[in-house]
């Protein structure tokens, strides 16, 4: 999360205007949305990728590394929709089975299209919020939500819980660090023991930071919302025309 936060900051895109850049990736993951075409996914994805590998300034490398995690929970969800059980005999159309007693779990045509399908369009809207997050810096995420209207309380938890994150994982690191020097996880009774006492360690201490936190604030003149920037988010008739064109031909494939 630190690497992704980083990009966001030294993206080659930062300097251009980052309601284009939102307004832009939010309108191919409607697309994506709104699709059932192969084709569609396809075209977004790799538009997806391209501006975020060779415009943006993302490694490669790091980009199929944060590709990895979302991938593997699409793939134990697809999981349970490619493999079926049934009672015997087996599905006439199915691609591959094996009996159970008097079950058969079996894998059918419809399922591995309908996996694949969702496969597609799970890595082309993922690819949609990579390209946002990957060259939107946080801070000017919260003034677009700001601009939408977005209750104010929202995001104020939104900054205090993204700036805890790296609080809490600092923490954490400092204290594994020093638990592995003492050998705290050198046998499984000693992993639970440290590993117990250095989640428990760590959210008593984000209890006491928040408090401080919260006073700090306080002090500070800190009534119930965090001031943002107010500009003008609207966008013009020409983004409007662009976005619109973009949208439509993402579409089209659906409709030939």
Request: aromatic share 16%; proline share 4%; charged share 15%.
């Amino acid at each position: 999360m630190r690497e992704i936060d980083q990009y966001a900051y030294i993206s080659s895109l930062k300097d251009q205007s980052f309601q284009w850049r939102i307004r832009f990736g939010g309108t191919a993951l409607l697309a994506c949305i709104c699709s059932k075409s192969i084709i569609s996914f396809a075209v977004i994805f790799l538009i997806m990728f391209s501006i975020t590998i060779f415009k943006a300034g993302i490694h490669w490398a790091d980009y199929f590394r944060f590709m990895i995690i979302p991938f593997c929970f699409l793939f134990l969800s697809v999981t349970g929709i490619i493999v079926n059980i049934n009672l015997l005999p087996a599905p006439p159309n199915c691609v591959f089975s094996w009996e159970i007693g008097n079950y058969c779990l079996f894998v059918s045509e419809n399922g591995l299209l309908l996996a694949f399908r969702l496969i597609c369009k799970s890595l082309s809207a993922v690819s949609c919020f990579y390209f946002i997050i990957l060259t939107t810096p946080f801070r000017e995420m919260l003034c677009f939500l700001h601009s939408l209207r977005c209750p104010p309380i929202l995001i104020t938890l939104a900054m205090l819980i993204y700036q805890f994150i790296f609080l809490l994982m600092e923490m954490a690191v400092v204290k594994m660090k020093s638990q592995l020097c003492r050998g705290g996880y050198r046998s499984v009774k000693g992993f639970v023991r440290s590993f117990a006492m250095l989640w428990g360690s760590v959210f008593i201490q984000s209890c006491l930071k928040s408090e401080w936190v919260y006073k700090s604030m306080l002090t500070r003149g800190y009534n119930g919302r965090i001031p943002l920037t107010s500009e003008n988010f609207c966008p013009n008739k020409k983004e409007i025309v662009c976005l619109l064109l973009f949208f439509l031909l993402m579409m089209i494939p659906n409709w030939l």
